[in-house]
């Protein structure tokens, strides 16, 4: 999995920067991609599923775009997209809540014993949403407190 963490205002050369993390999303089965670094990898008038197929269309099996309180989604196996609405919470902090996310998600699926290539490219939907909706338990958790303090197995019963 990789988290296109965009940040072009800390580049130098941006071009070099942008072809590098295609390469590696080239090379990985999941990335994760908040909206806002969506739009900036993926420039022009499209929309956000045009651009989501086209980083699928880069080699990932599951495309997951973040939208913060919007919820998340997945775009995965012949063209299907899960949508899954953020739990109302107040927030104090966004500091950690992607990298939250993924823990929740990844761990989800170790758990469901689905962390390989081809278990991934064929991932039954029920499993996908189950890992999509943990990961934003644990991130809507996250930012209800100070500074990135992830939740504890206890905190997501």
């Known amino acids: 999995m990789i988290d296109a963490n ?35 990898l993926i420039d ?3 929309t956000a599923i045009e ?40 927030v104090k902090d966004t500091i950690g809540a992607g990298d939250t996310f993924n823990a929740g998600f990844l761990a989800t699926l170790e758990n469901l014993n689905l962390l390989s290539k081809t278990r991934i490219e064929k991932i039954p939907t029920a499993d996908l949403r189950n890992a999509l909706e943990y990961g934003a338990k644990a991130s809507a958790i996250v930012v209800q407190r100070e500074g990135a303090n992830p939740p ?3 905190d997501m019963a």
């Open 6 to 40: 965009v940040r072009p205002d800390i580049v130098s050369d941006t071009t070099v920067y942008f072809e590098r993390l295609k390469q590696m999303i080239a090379l990985c089965d999941i990335v994760k991609v908040a909206e806002d670094d969506l739009n900036l």
């Open 152 to 154: 504890w197995a206890k």
């Open 51 to 90: 651009k989501l197929e086209v980083i699928k269309s880069m080699g990932p099996s599951v495309a997951i775009p973040t939208q913060g309180a919007k919820g998340v989604s997945a775009l995965y196996s012949g063209g299907q997209i899960i949508n899954i609405s953020a739990p109302k919470v107040s």
């Open 44 to 46: 022009g008038e499209q």
